[in-house]
T-cell receptor
Framework: GESVGLHLPTLSVQEGDNSIINCAYS??????FIWYKQESGKGPQFIID?????DKRQGQRVTVLLNKTVKHLSLQIAATQPGDSAVYFC???????????FGTGTRLKVLA | EPEVTQTPSHQVTQMGQEVILRCVPI?????FYWYRQILGQKVEFLVS????????KSEIFDDQFSVERPDGSNFTLKIRSTKLEDSAMYFC????????????FGQGTRLTVV
């Protein structure tokens, strides 16, 4: 069936370095993608989204890249900080629906 | 900062019992959602709710589940005749508009069915 997955379960980066978290999706009909951050003991927190008519979107210190050719989504975090330590997961869906398919998640560890 | 609050933080129940998970959404929000996350697994959408009715639900949200906004402030998820596999973290979320990306999530209720 269709699924969303992540390449790396854990990513460790040095404080100040850039982080790249990857996500593969398999539903070519998906046209909306979201990245969430989930800190320990908390609910998911929206970070950034992108629609399929775009290939890049920037936020504050974060950039999402979408490659529809290979069905790949990535989240780039610039100048990673200790507060960025969390699990990050992607979700895919379509406009007009709340039935997003969520990925398993990548744990980001920021090393001092 | 306004927040979505969920109670209890942890609920233990015996298999076959009914549980009600409670949520107080942010006061001016109009759209409400429930998600669940089985330990170590993906977040799964359960249901969305607007204008006192379900607007969308997933395949997981079968007759065992129901939602209600009984008094204009609480938003509840009822699970009838709980099963072991219902053990999960249940997240409530709310948003002002129907754009669920703007949704704020609560901290979750961990349900353990024994």
């Amino acid at each position: 069936g269709e699924s969303v997955g992540l390449h790396l379960p854990t990513l460790s980066v040095q404080e100040g370095d850039n982080s790249i978290i990857n996500c593969a999706y398999s539903n070519s009909a998906s046209d909306y993608f979201i990245w969430y951050k989930q800190e320990s003991g908390k609910g998911p927190q929206f970070i950034i989204d992108i629609r399929s008519n775009m290939d890049k979107r920037q936020g504050q210190r974060v950039t999402v890249l979408l490659n529809k050719t290979v069905k790949h989504l990535s989240l780039q975090i610039a100048a990673t900080q200790p507060g960025d330590s969390a699990v990050y997961f992607c979700a895919e869906g379509g406009e007009g629906t709340y039935k997003y398919i969520f990925g398993t998640g990548t744990r980001l560890k920021v090393l001092a | 900062e306004p927040e979505v609050t969920q109670t209890p933080s942890h609920q233990v129940t015996q298999m076959g019992q009914e549980v009600i998970l409670r949520c107080v959404p942010i006061s001016n929000h109009l759209y409400f959602y429930w998600y669940r996350q089985i330990l170590g697994q993906k977040v799964e959408f359960l249901v969305s709710f607007y204008n006192n009715e379900i607007s969308e639900k997933s395949e997981i949200f079968d007759d065992q589940f129901s939602v209600e906004r009984p008094d204009g402030s609480n938003f509840t998820l009822k699970i009838r005749s709980t099963k072991l596999e219902d053990s999960a973290m249940y997240f409530c979320a709310s948003s002002v508009t129907g754009d669920s990306t703007e949704a704020f999530f609560g901290q979750g209720t961990r349900l353990t069915v024994v």
